[in-house]
């Protein structure tokens, strides 16, 4: 059987004609094919990426008849194509297999070429909001958005919901075509520190980018803060030096959070979002009014003011409002297209309410991280409730050192605390909750439940109408994760089935 060398350049162009399709999975892999050899989708570490598996994959590509295969020297030493390949094979050999998997999926799908804007939005918390925050205003704009993110992956006449925020390399290049394809012109794209660091969006042009806030997440993933920060900070930083910015990119970062500082201080093209000060290159808001019903804002940017209302509750969604409009003025949007934002009211399982025919005060909230608790319940605390009650857990097999601060967050600011399960995994939800627990010291009264459905009949059983219930943690997710199993859970059935109002 006979093994030719070629080069990426020549698979390129065999891409963009379609001649042959693209796989990464040698259980899927076809004849004909061009099947990329990729490393685990593990943390990026000195000495690269790990290809350790990868030789058997590719093995396994070659005999089901793949035509033409990308893989690193090491990988395509360790196989002895010649004596296993059932045909003649096409062999090129990249350093980077993920960013040549970027070139042919642009190449493939068109999308190096493609007219749809592509908007990454990036950050511990506040990604999902801020993406359909963008929408609304993009629609006043004019324009047609689709919206890539942990809800949902939806554009003109396609809707579904998502199984990662950021999806894999081939199927975000898919589903920006599809995008053209239907009519949209801007993608709102959520950017996960996994997708960035695993290059997931190889092969793709940022139009702009968002930077909503840093804080603990991740660190059984990344090796610390610092390694968190740098990843996230490549879709700010110009491709000529190693980031993912495309030439002229819009992009807009928060100035009060200190990592956004850093982003901001090392950039003169990136526009600031403050609701602590203005500046040349800052919009700046001020909270004049905040309490059950929403927030009123005024603006100034630019020698310009206007005031904002908006039916979204906590300083934490005052500074989603802030970073929709400053990446709205940097990519050009009109200032009227901001009224949008006046009747926008809320995403799914982002601090949502759910009516019920008991007036009692109830929201559902996708805070999972120290930080992101520790806003949603001072956004509840400055609506002035008398009292909140919050239901929360700590997801297993994930940073076990941020359980505590959990803990902490809620005691600090919850009136009661119930303590429960999240998505346990293959970790004993007890064991979790004990993770927990030296945080909830210096709370004023604590309930333990390990069955959330029984948790948050307890919190149910103890609000009153004046009062906040928080129910934490899984926010829009329809499901509970027990074990490697996930069994249908949603905190939003369970408290409309509690209180009658299904």
Known sequence: ????????????????????????????????????????????????PDYTGAAAYLADAVRAGVSYVVCTRAVFDAVRVREIAPGAIGVALVEDTRAA???????????????????????????????????????????????????????????????????????????????????????????????????????????????????????????????????????????????????????????????????????????????????????????LEQGRDGLRLQMAYGGDAWDLHSPLVGEFNAANLMGAQAMSLALGFGRSALRALETFSGVPGRLERIANPCGLSVFVDYAHTPDALQKALQALRGAKFERVVTVFGCGGNRDRTKRPLMGEAAAALSDVVVLTSDNPRREEPLAIMADVRPGLAGARRVIEEADRKKAIAAALDIVKPGDALLIAGKGHEPYQIIGDTRYPFSDQRVVRELLGCT
């Open 1 to 48: 059987m006979s093994v030719t060398m070629t080069g990426l350049e020549y698979l390129v162009p065999l891409a963009g004609d379609r001649a042959a399709s693209i796989s990464t999975h040698s259980g899927k892999a076809g004849k004909g094919d061009i099947f990329v050899s990729l490393p685990k989708a593990a943390p990026l570490r000195p000495g690269g």
């Open 101 to 287: 998997l970027g070139e042919l999926a642009a190449a493939y799908y068109g999308t190096g070429r493609s007219k749809v804007a592509i908007v990454g939005i990036t950050g511990t918390n506040g990604k999902t909001t801020s993406a359909y925050l963008l929408e609304a205003v993009a629609k006043a704009a004019g324009k047609t958005p689709g919206v890539i993110g942990t809800v949902e992956y939806r554009w003109p006449g396609h809707e579904e919901a998502s199984p990662l925020t950021t999806p894999d390399c081939l199927a975000l290049h898919s589903m920006v075509a599809s995008m053209q394809g239907a009519g949209a012109d801007i993608a709102l794209m959520e950017v996960s520190s996994h997708a960035i660091d695993q290059n997931r969006i190889a092969g793709l042009a940022f139009a702009g980018a968002l930077f909503t806030n840093l804080s603990q997440d991740h660190l059984d993933y990344h090796r610390d803060m610092e390694d968190y920060f740098a990843t996230k900070a490549r879709l700010f930083t110009g491709r000529e030096n190693g980031g993912l910015a495309a030439p002229g990119a819009a992009l807009a970062v928060y100035v009060d959070d200190p990592y956004g500082e850093r982003l901001f201080a090392a950039n003169d093209a990136i526009l600031g979002f403050s609701l602590k000060r203005g500046g040349e290159r800052i919009v700046q808001g001020t909270i």
